[in-house]
Nanobody, 125 residues
Framework: QVELTESGGGSVQAGESLTLSCTPSLYDAAMGWFRQGPGKQREGIACISRNGDETYYHEAVKGRFTVSRDNAKKTLLLQMNDLKPEDTAMYYC?????????????????????WGPGTQVTVSS
């Protein structure tokens, strides 16, 4: 079971940027970011393959968010630019050893059985 710790959340104004970090106990895995807004279901928004050469983005964040892997620090990152009030949510990362990054984002919310505590992002207009 992969243990995860997210950090980097905060309260910002619309148009500003934040970078989230996730440190998994096992780095050699497909990984991704999920979020759960108030009254909404958790959804996958950005996922990356084990070797970092393939990514997937939800339409809601495409062009504004960038997922990447820092191999030296064994950390998953999410650079979030041009934040909007609708980005307000608790953000979680997930990792799947031997899994496929695209499946992680599309159906991982129903398959991942271990989540970190998350990090809150609040965007005000």
């Amino acid at each position: 079971q992969v243990e995860l710790t997210e950090s980097g959340g905060g309260s910002v104004q619309a148009g500003e940027s934040l970078t989230l970090s996730c440190t998994p106990s096992l780095y050699d895995a497909a990984m991704g970011w999920f979020r759960q807004g108030p009254g909404k279901q958790r959804e996958g928004i950005a996922c990356i393959s084990r070797n970092g050469d393939e990514t997937y983005y939800h339409e809601a964040v495409k062009g504004r968010f960038t997922v990447s892997r820092d191999n030296a620090k064994k950390t998953l990152l999410l650079q979030m630019n041009d934040l909007k009030p609708e980005d307000t949510a608790m953000y979680y990362c997930a990792a799947v050893v031997g899994g496929y990054y695209l499946r992680l984002c599309l159906v991982g919310v129903d398959e991942v059985d271990n989540w970190g505590p998350g990090t809150q992002v609040t965007v005000s207009s």
